[in-house]
């Protein structure tokens, strides 16, 4: 595998971590990825984007169709920014803003989803997102909606009915999935200096320790080849089936038994189980109202977007 193919796998979904000492240990950089017009595409913007799926490309793919499967995200979320950013852009020509009261009841809607503050504060920290760039990214979305109706879209017109016969008919859409909060050990199957016998004894190792009584996330900060030892959430259906079904059997407290994947063997520590449930009509109804009418508008917004795309500076560092 080059060099530079595999330095841009570690610089992708983990905000450009450099490992010091510890495996748990982190420097955050950023940088500017692609240059659109005065606006500017960072590596944290795309890795934010990409950030939740990490864990499960990590868990299933390994090696080359790993360095494929994410470069190919990567690109997709590049394409996806160069396109709002474009959007943006001309919405700044154009003098288009977004209200401090549009942003705050948007931010209200996306609070509702969860059960407390201290709920919705952990969600931000799990995506590695903060409360401003929450705030920054509710307001481009406005803005991006204001001219997109202003200059393609005066003309459609979605009804309450519509809306709501949408959410009857898609209701697994808008359904809370049930989420478990664990800490996980990862030994890898590629281990440097290390036997596949090598590797089976040391996780029956870890094993024994934690059944006779040794702290979990201490045994992890020690032993886990993951690129974080934080405790995360995990959605019912995030992983692969060996660990989704296993994970979700255990009760709070408990210890997984040694998981097999194609990349390495895993033990899991269930700290937290929060069950699935359906979000009321009310808090989603303007978000499908948006996708209803995004989907009435895609064949005119993609000519809309490629023509501003003709007359804009678009630089890719």
């Given at each position: 595998?080059?060099?530079?193919?595999?330095i841009?796998?570690?610089?992708?979904?983990?905000?450009?971590?450099?490992?010091?000492?510890?495996?748990?240990?982190?420097?955050?950089?950023?940088?500017?990825?692609?240059?659109?017009?005065?606006?500017?595409?960072?590596?944290?913007?795309?890795?934010?984007?990409?950030?939740?799926?990490?864990?499960?490309?990590?868990?299933?793919?390994?090696?080359?169709?790993?360095?494929?499967?994410?470069?190919?995200?990567?690109?997709?979320?590049?394409?996806?920014?160069?396109?709002?950013?474009?959007?943006?852009?001309?919405?700044?020509?154009?003098?288009?803003?977004?209200?401090?009261?549009?942003?705050?009841?948007?931010?209200?809607?996306?609070?509702?989803?969860?059960?407390?503050?201290?709920?919705?504060?952990?969600?931000?920290?799990d995506?590695?997102?903060?409360?401003?760039?929450?705030?920054?990214?509710?307001?481009?979305?406005?803005?991006?909606?204001?001219?997109?109706?202003?200059?393609?879209?005066?003309?459609?017109?979605?009804?309450?009915?519509?809306?709501r016969?949408y959410?009857?008919?898609?209701?697994?859409?808008?359904?809370?999935?049930?989420?478990?909060?664990?800490?996980?050990?990862?030994?890898?199957k590629?281990?440097?200096?290390r036997?596949?016998?090598?590797?089976?004894?040391?996780?029956?190792?870890?094993?024994?320790?934690?059944?006779?009584?040794?702290?979990?996330?201490?045994?992890?900060?020690?032993?886990?080849?993951?690129?974080?030892?934080?405790?995360?959430?995990?959605?019912?259906?995030?992983?692969?089936?060996?660990?989704?079904?296993?994970?979700?059997?255990?009760?709070?407290?408990?210890?997984?038994?040694?998981?097999?994947?194609?990349?390495?063997?895993?033990?899991?520590?269930?700290?937290?189980?929060?069950?699935?449930?359906?979000?009321?009509?009310?808090?989603?109804?303007?978000?499908?109202?948006?996708l209803?009418?995004?989907?009435?508008?895609?064949?005119?917004?993609?000519?809309?977007?490629?023509?501003?795309?003709?007359?804009?500076?678009?630089?890719?560092?």
């Amino acid at each position: 595998m080059a060099i530079k193919h595999v330095i841009s796998i570690v610089l992708f979904f983990l905000c450009i971590v450099i490992f010091a000492g510890s495996i748990c240990e982190a420097v955050v950089i950023d940088k500017i990825r692609v240059i659109v017009n005065d606006e500017v595409i960072t590596q944290r913007e795309v890795d934010r984007i990409l950030y939740p799926a990490y864990n499960a490309y990590m868990q299933e793919y390994q090696g080359e169709r790993l360095e494929a499967k994410l470069r190919e995200a990567e690109q997709a979320a590049i394409n996806q920014l160069i396109d709002d950013k474009v959007i943006l852009s001309e919405a700044k020509r154009q003098d288009v803003k977004a209200t401090e009261k549009e942003i705050d009841e948007k931010l209200d809607l996306v609070k509702k989803r969860y059960e407390n503050d201290e709920e919705f504060r952990q969600a931000l920290k799990d995506g590695n997102l903060s409360l401003s760039e929450l705030r920054n990214s509710i307001s481009d979305e406005v803005i991006k909606m204001k001219l997109v109706r202003q200059e393609i879209g005066w003309k459609l017109r979605i009804t309450p009915s519509e809306v709501r016969k949408y959410y009857d008919e898609h209701l697994d859409d808008y359904r809370k999935p049930e989420t478990v909060r664990v800490f996980s050990i990862l030994i890898r199957k590629d281990g440097i200096n290390r036997t596949s016998e090598d590797t089976r004894f040391l996780i029956q190792k870890i094993k024994q320790y934690i059944d006779f009584g040794k702290d979990f996330e201490k045994v992890a900060k020690e032993y886990s080849e993951e690129s974080s030892c934080e405790a995360r959430n995990i959605k019912r259906g995030e992983m692969i089936k060996e660990i989704d079904q296993a994970i979700f059997s255990l009760n709070e407290g408990d210890v997984s038994n040694i998981i097999e994947s194609p990349i390495g063997y895993h033990l899991y520590k269930v700290v937290k189980k929060t069950p699935g449930k359906l979000i009321d009509f009310e808090i989603v109804k303007d978000e499908i109202e948006n996708l209803l009418y995004k989907k009435n508008i895609d064949k005119n917004l993609r000519s809309w977007i490629d023509e501003l795309k003709k007359d804009a500076y678009i630089s890719i560092q």
